[in-house]
């Protein structure tokens, strides 16, 4: 069973910043594209932040600047760097891993979430 195990949500003032972080089984983290999606309360799922082996990012508009998706091949881990922190980013964080053409099982897999909450 695939599964991606996140880490490092919690409660931060405004302004502050948080690094969250999603390990993957070393099959999938080598052949997916991994990513950051957020679902706040009432609205849809959204995506924050993606990145290919490549190297290629790709980042939602409301985070350019902002927060920073990098890979560590040695630990199979993506991480998202989140600064300068606003209320509205606070929601639900999942870690994606999408197939791009090759596949390991299904093409799409999704951590559980974690909570990121920006208040004072």
């Known amino acids: 069973q695939v599964q991606l195990v996140e880490s490092g949500g919690g409660l931060v003032q405004p302004g502050g910043s948080l690094r969250l972080s999603c390990a993957a089984p070393?099959?999938?983290?080598?052949?997916?594209?991994m990513g950051w999606y957020r679902q706040a309360p009432g609205k849809q799922r959204e995506l924050v932040a993606t990145?290919?082996?490549?190297?290629?990012?790709n980042y939602a508009d409301s985070v350019k600047g902002r927060f920073t998706i990098s890979r560590d091949n040695a630990k199979n881990t993506v991480y998202l760097q989140m600064n300068s922190l606003k209320p509205e980013d606070t929601a639900v964080y999942y870690c994606?891993?999408?197939?791009?053409?090759?596949?390991?099982?299904?093409?799409?897999?999704w951590g559980r979430g974690t909570q990121v909450t920006v208040s004072s």
């Open positions: 994606n891993a999408h197939s791009l053409g090759v596949s390991y099982g299904a093409d799409d897999y």
């Open positions: 990145l290919t082996g490549a190297g290629t990012t």
């Open positions: 070393r099959v999938i983290f080598s052949i997916y594209r």
